[in-house]
């Protein structure tokens, strides 16, 4: 193999090594560029979780002071519709209830 020849291969060789080089640091970059965007997407999703979780949790509070609040509702209810059906049981007897 003579000089020449040596020299071109060489120059071949260092060549694709600086285009192999390039490509390297371009998918570094590319690669660099996803696992920030990435981890953006996974932070935003971590936060959105979360908001969702606290917001299910005032959610459950809020069904249940409203259960609570329905029991008192109905107790009451059936509290008036007693005296209701004693007033209309009592007048049906003949009893008198106020001023005629």
Known sequence: ???????K???FIVEH???LTARQEKTEDLLGRLATASLDRMTDL???VSALVDAQIKTEGN???LA?????TDERLNVFI???ERY?????????????
Request: no cysteine; charged share 30%; aromatic share 0%.
């Open 1 to 7: 193999m003579s000089n020449d020849e040596l020299e």
């Open 9 to 11: 291969k060489m120059e």
């Open 17 to 19: 090594l600086a285009a």
């Open 46 to 48: 971590d936060n959105k």
């Open 63 to 65: 069904m249940s002071a």
């Open 68 to 72: 609570e609040a329905q029991l008192r």
């Open 82 to 84: 007693t005296v209701i």
């Open 88 to 100: 209309i049981s009592s007048e049906s007897n003949g009893e008198s209830h106020g001023s005629d």
